[in-house]
C-alpha cells in the first residue's frame, strides 16, 4: 500500500463521490453519510474534470420498480419495498435493495415483537435469516455476489453467531468493493486482537488505512492509532471532523481527559449539531464534575435529535451526576429500545446498578454489553467489581484479567488483579502486578503503598522500606485521601530504622509520625527511646539508609515477567 504522503487526493476524491453516490443507492445511509463526510474534508481538491467521465445514474433493470421500491425503502416502509422488487433479480445493485429490504423488515418486526423487554433477542428469533442465508449461499457458490450483496451476506452470518464463515465472507467483500465502510465496520468487530488483525489478507487500498485507525482504537493500540491520524490531518484531511472525533476518543481512552474535553469541544464548533461521540464527550464532563457543562450538552443533544441513542445516554450521565440514579438508569434503558446493540448504554447502565446495589441487574448489564462487544474492557471491569462486592475472588479473578489483558498498561486493571491475587494470598503474583502498575505509571497512586505492605508482610524489610520512602517522596502534600497511609509510611520506617541503629533517619520518621493523629502517640514514644539510645550509644552507628539502601526501580525480588 502506497505510503500517505503519495497519495492522490483528486483520485481519492472521485472514488468517495462514487462511494457516496453508490451506498446511497442502495440505501446504505450511514456509509454514504461517511463517504459525505470525507468529501466534504476534501473541499479545497477540485475534481471538476475526473466527474464529466462519471456515469451520473445507472441504467438497471425493472427501472420504474426501483424507483418506487427506493421511495418506500427510504420511508422505512421494508416489505413494501422489497414487495416491488421481488422479480428483480438479474442486476446486482436492485437485487441487493431487495435482499436488504427483507433483511430489515424481519429485524424491525423482531425488534416490535421484543419492545417490552431490555435487551438482544436471541440470534435465531429473526425468521428470515435462515431463509435469506440460503438464498444468499446459493448465489455465492456461483459467484453471483457482488461486494454490497457479499457485505449483507456476511451481516446474516455474523446474526447467525457463524463468526468465522462470516470473517471469511466479509474480507471477501472489502476486497470486491473497499469504497463501502459498512463492510469494514462489520469486519472491525470480529477481529479480536492485534495478531489477528495482522493476520488477515486485505486489500491494498487507501481506505485499510482508515479501518486501520479505526481497529487501532477498538484494540487500543492507542500511539498507533494517533501516528495514523495525524498523518491523514497532515496529508490532505485537516478538515475532517471524523478523523478528529477519533483524535478525540484516543485521547479519551488514554484517560487524558482535558485534551479529550478540548479535542470535543472543537469538534461542536465545527459541526455543532453532530450527535456521534456525544456520549464520550458527556463521559468526560461527567468524570470533571462539570454540572454546568454536561446540563448544556444534555439539552443541546436533546434540541438536535431527542430519540438518538447518544442524546439518552447523555441525558443519562446528567442524572447520574446528580445522583438519580433511577432516572438515569430510564435512560439509558431507552437508549437500547432503541438499538439493543448500543454498548455504551449497557456500559453506563451497569455502572448505575452498581451506585443502586443491585449486584444481579449489573452483572446482567455488564454481561449483555460484553455479548455486543468482547473487547470492551469497562464491562469486564465492572464485573469484576460486583464480584470483588459479592466477596467472590475467584470470579473477580476471572473479570479483572480479562480486563487487564484489553487493556495491559492500564494500572487501575493491574491494581485491582493484585489487590484479588493477595486475597486468595497468591502475595507473589500480589507483588507482580503491584510493581508493574507502579513501573507504568500508576494513575491512582495505588500501586507504591500498596506494594510496601506487601513486603512488610512477607518480611522484606529493606524493599518495604525503599518502597514506603519512594511513596512519602511521591507524596510531597499530604491529602485526605492518603494520610492514613503516608502515618503509616512513617511509622514502619522510623521502626525500621530505630531497628538498624539509623537514630538520625528514625528521629525524622518517629518526629513526622506525630504530626498525624493516627500514629501520634507512637511517634512520642519512638522519640523518647531515640532519645534513651543516644544516651547510651552503640559502639557504632551503621551508615545511612540513603547510602546503604537501593532505589525502588533497581529492586528486583520477584520475576518481573507479567502474564
Known amino acids: 500500500m502506497a505510503a500517505i504522503s503519495s497519495w492522490n487526493l483528486k483520485t481519492i476524491k472521485k472514488e468517495l463521490f462514487d462511494a457516496n453516490r453508490i451506498c446511497s443507492a442502495r440505501g446504505l445511509l450511514h456509509s454514504s453519510k461517511w463517504s459525505a463526510e470525507l468529501l466534504f474534508a476534501l473541499n479545497e481538491v477540485d475534481i471538476t474534470e475526473e466527474l464529466k467521465s462519471l456515469q451520473t445514474q445507472d441504467l438497471v433493470e425493472c427501472d420504474d420498480n426501483y424507483i418506487l421500491a427506493k421511495s418506500y425503502f427510504d420511508l422505512k416502509e421494508y416489505e413494501r419495498a422489497a414487495f416491488f422488487l421481488q ?147 497532515d496529508h490532505g484531511f485537516s478538515n475532517s471532523v471524523y478523523i478528529r472525533s477519533q483524535i478525540a476518543v484516543h485521547y479519551h481512552n488514554i484517560r487524558d481527559v482535558d485534551q479529550a474535553v478540548e479535542a470535543f469541544t472543537e469538534i461542536q464548533e465545527l459541526d455543532p449539531y453532530r450527535l456521534e461521540h456525544m456520549d464520550i464527550f458527556s463521559n468526560l464532563l461527567y468524570v470533571k464534575e462539570m454540572r454546568a457543562e454536561l446540563a448544556t450538552l444534555a439539552h443541546h443533544c436533546c434540541d438536535v435529535d431527542k430519540y438518538r441513542v447518544e442524546t439518552c445516554c447523555v441525558i443519562g450521565n446528567y442524572y447520574s451526576l446528580r445522583s438519580q440514579h433511577e432516572k438515569a438508569v430510564l435512560y439509558f434503558q431507552r437508549a437500547l429500545k432503541l438499538n439493543p446493540h448500543y454498548l455504551s448504554a449497557w456500559t453506563l447502565m451497569g455502572h448505575e446498578y452498581m451506585e443502586m446495589k443491585n449486584s444481579s441487574a449489573a452483572i446482567q448489564a455488564y454481561r449483555q454489553a460484553i455479548e455486543v462487544n468482547k473487547r470492551d474492557y469497562r464491562a469486564w471491569y465492572g464485573l469484576g467489581q460486583t464480584y470483588e462486592i459479592l466477596k467472590m475472588p475467584f470470579y473477580c479473578m476471572y473479570y479483572y484479567r480479562q480486563a487487564q489483558q484489553l487493556r495491559p498498561n492500564d494500572s487501575r486493571m493491574i491494581v485491582a488483579l493484585g489487590e484479588t491475587y493477595e486475597k486468595l494470598d497468591r502475595l507473589q503474583e500480589a507483588k507482580k502486578c503491584f510493581w508493574k502498575a507502579h513501573n507504568i505509571g500508576d494513575v491512582e497512586g495505588l500501586a507504591l503503598i500498596k506494594l510496601a505492605k506487601l513486603y512488610a508482610k512477607l518480611n522484606e524489610e529493606e524493599q518495604a522500606a525503599v518502597a514506603y520512602t519512594e511513596y512519602i517522596n511521591e507524596s510531597q502534600q499530604p491529602q485526605q485521601s492518603n494520610i492514613e497511609e503516608l502515618s503509616q509510611a512513617y511509622q514502619y520506617l522510623a521502626n525500621y530504622h530505630l531497628k538498624h541503629h539509623r537514630l538520625n533517619e528514625a528521629y525524622v520518621a518517629a518526629t513526622k509520625c506525630t504530626e498525624f493523629y493516627q500514629t501520634k502517640e507512637e511517634g512520642k514514644a519512638l522519640l523518647r527511646q531515640i532519645a534513651n539510645m543516644r544516651s547510651f550509644p552503640p559502639e557504632r552507628e551503621q551508615s545511612s539508609f540513603e547510602r546503604t539502601t537501593t532505589p525502588i526501580n533497581r529492586i528486583s525480588p520477584v520475576n518481573l515477567q507479567f502474564d
Open 87 to 233: 422479480n428483480c433479480t438479474k442486476n446486482n445493485k436492485v437485487f441487493f435493495l431487495q435482499m436488504y429490504s427483507r433483511y430489515l423488515a424481519g429485524e424491525k418486526k423482531r425488534l416490535d415483537e421484543t419492545s417490552d423487554t431490555i435487551g438482544p433477542a436471541d440470534k435465531g428469533d429473526n425468521e428470515h435469516l435462515c431463509m435469506l442465508r440460503t438464498e444468499l449461499q446459493i448465489h455465492h457458490k456461483d459467484q453471483g455476489l457482488d461486494g454490497f450483496l457479499l457485505y449483507l451476506y456476511g451481516v446474516i452470518l455474523k446474526k447467525l453467531d457463524l463468526q468465522k464463515e462470516a470473517l471469511s465472507v466479509l474480507i471477501e467483500a472489502v476486497h470486491s468493493e473497499p469504497l463501502h465502510w459498512g463492510a469494514w465496520l462489520e469486519l472491525s468487530t470480529l477481529i479480536r486482537d492485534k495478531d489477528m488483525l495482522m493476520n488477515q489478507k486485505l486489500p491494498d487500498h487507501w481506505m485499510k488505512v482508515f479501518f486501520l485507525g479505526h481497529m487501532y482504537l477498538e484494540l487500543q493500540l492507542n500511539d498507533d492509532a494517533l501516528q495514523l491520524y495525524q498523518k491523514l490531518l
